[in-house]
Nanobody, 129 residues
Framework: EVQLQASGGGLVQAGGSLRLSCAAS????????IGWFRQAPGKEREGVSC????????YYADFAKGRFTISSDNAKNTVYLQMNNLKADDTAVYYC??????????????????????WGQGTQVTVSS
């Protein structure tokens, strides 16, 4: 059974950092693309960053470039999202999600939430200004 467990959220001041973790079970990261998404109150869920550990391909939303870094540890079957220089606008529930890489056609990542099949439960990130 494919399962994803997101953790690492919390309350941080603007300018601070957090590292989110997405622990995967029931599958190996090499076969899947993993995405981080977020949803703020009253807003649609949006893609933050994605990774394919099999070929090292990554994607970042414009707001994440230069501040967030996605990485994977295949030995731990875990994907991380390092978030630096956090802003109040980053406040949201952050989710990780997975999709078999072949379904994306390989060499391609998408921030579209509808493309992902499996979702974790979310972790709250609150940035105080």
């Amino acid at each position: 059974e494919v399962q994803l467990q997101a953790s690492g959220g919390g309350l941080v001041q603007a300018g601070g950092s957090l590292r989110l973790s997405c622990a995967a079970s029931g599958f190996t990261l090499d076969d899947y693309a993993i995405g981080w998404f977020r949803q703020a109150p009253g807003k649609e869920r949006e893609g933050v960053s994605c990774i394919s550990s099999s070929d090292g391909l990554t994607y970042y939303a414009d707001f994440a470039k230069g501040r967030f870094t996605i990485s994977s540890d295949n030995a731990k079957n875990t994907v991380y999202l390092q978030m630096n220089n956090l802003k109040a606008d980053d406040t949201a529930v952050y989710y990780c999600a997975a999709v078999p890489y072949y379904k994306l056609g390989y060499q391609y990542l998408t921030p579209n939430p509808s493309a992902y099949d499996y979702w974790g439960q979310g972790t709250q990130v609150t940035v105080s200004s």
